[in-house]
């Protein structure tokens, strides 16, 4: 998996309750990511990262916010986790910093999270 | 922003038989178009990418074919084996500066023995 990993890999909690899944990777790759997959919707973007401290949105940011205080980390928080949140979070890492615009990206093996 | 479309949802093969999946999408600027595969319980990993510059390109017994006209490319897999089974997604970039991926909604392949 490319130097990454997750943490925690399963999880289950109650709605309401704030969550905060990590990623962190040893590549020194510049871009994170966090994704979700679900059912019959593939791996859909929830936010990214760009450098320490850049982050923007992605298709489904509502309900998450992130943070990136470091190369190695990205944190993915649910300030207040609801049931519609149950899913498989998936980061990934890119290296654009070799200048290509071809975002060849990582995964990492995935967080189970499952709101009660 | 981009949407991509893949097909079939399953596939089952028999062992040596060949494999096709297909994508299409839909921003006529986007330049990237990777692979994945995702085995039970993994994350996806890369198997091979295709960019808008050539049509074809091949690696042992995989091959992605890109038709930008059209706006569809597809994956190719022959001589099919049981470890072929797992779930492939297809993605393409958009061209924001961050160069997102969109993926497919994925393929399941069985590859009976």
């Known amino acids: 998996d490319a130097g990454i990993t997750q943490s925690p890999r399963h999880k289950v909690t109650e709605t309401g309750t704030p969550v905060t899944l990590r990623c962190h990777q040893t590549?020194?790759?510049?871009?994170m990511y966090w994704y979700r997959q679900d059912p019959g919707h593939g791996l859909r973007l929830i936010h990214y990262s760009y450098g320490v401290k850049d982050t923007d949105k992605g298709e489904v940011s509502d309900g998450y916010s992130v943070s990136r205080s470091k190369t190695e980390d990205f944190l993915l928080t649910l300030e207040s986790a609801t049931s519609s949140q149950t899913s498989v979070y998936f980061c990934?890492?890119?290296?654009?910093?070799?200048?290509?615009?071809?975002?060849?990206?990582?995964f990492g093996p995935g967080t189970r999270l499952t709101v009660l | 922003g981009e949407n991509v479309e893949q097909h079939p949802s399953t596939l089952s093969v028999q062992e040596g038989d060949s494999a096709v999946i297909k994508c299409t999408y839909s921003?006529?600027?986007?330049?990237?178009f990777p692979w994945y595969k995702q085995e039970l319980g993994k994350g996806p990993q890369l198997i091979i990418d295709?960019?808008?510059?050539?049509g074809e390109k091949k690696d042992q017994r995989i091959a992605v074919t890109l038709n930008k006209t059209a706006k569809h490319f597809s994956l190719h897999i022959t001589e099919t084996q049981p470890e072929d089974s797992a779930v492939y997604f297809c993605?393409?970039?958009?061209?924001?500066?961050?160069?997102?991926?969109?993926f497919g909604t994925g393929t399941r392949l069985t590859v009976i023995p």
């Open positions: 295709i960019r808008s510059n050539v």
């Open positions: 990934a890492i890119s290296d654009h910093t070799r200048g290509t615009v071809y975002n060849e990206q990582f």
């Open positions: 993605a393409a970039s958009d061209q924001t500066g961050a160069n997102n991926l969109f």
């Open positions: 921003d006529s600027a986007s330049n990237y």
């Open positions: 590549e020194n790759h510049r871009y």
